[in-house]
C-alpha cells in the first residue's frame, strides 16, 4: 500500500497516509481538523537491504544448488597424486636458467 504525503493549507504541517491507490485523496487535516490537505508529489519508496548482503545464488532452490555443485565437479579436472608435466621436467625453465 503506498504512503502519501499531504499538507495542511491552514497549520502547514506535513502529514503521511498509507491508502489504497483506488482510496480517494485525504482532505481534511487529522492534527488542526479545519485545513484543507493538499497532496504532494512525493518521491516514493525504495528498496532497504538490511544484513552482510542479498545475491540471487542465497534463494535458489535446493534442487538448483545441488545440481550446480554437480555441474562444477564434473567439469573440474580430476585431482591426481602423479604430477603435471608442467610442474616439473625438462619443459619446464626458470625465467634466470640459460640467462
Known amino acids: 500500500m503506498p504512503t502519501y504525503e499531504y499538507q495542511c493549507q491552514s497549520c502547514k504541517k506535513i502529514h503521511e497516509a498509507s491508502q489504497p491507490i483506488t482510496a480517494k485523496p ?34 535458489r532452490s535446493k534442487n538448483y544448488r545441488e545440481g550446480k555443485k554437480r555441474d562444477e565437479q564434473a567439469k573440474s579436472p580430476p585431482s591426481s597424486s602423479a604430477s ?15 640467462a
Do not use: E, V
Open 26 to 59: 485525504l482532505t481534511k487535516c487529522p492534527r488542526c481538523k479545519k485545513g484543507k490537505l493538499k497532496r504532494l508529489l512525493g518521491s516514493g519508496s525504495g528498496f532497504l537491504f538490511k544484513g552482510s548482503g542479498f545475491y540471487i545464488t542465497d534463494y
Open 84 to 98: 603435471s608435466p608442467s610442474s616439473s621436467g625438462p619443459s619446464s625453465k626458470s625465467p634466470s636458467a640459460g
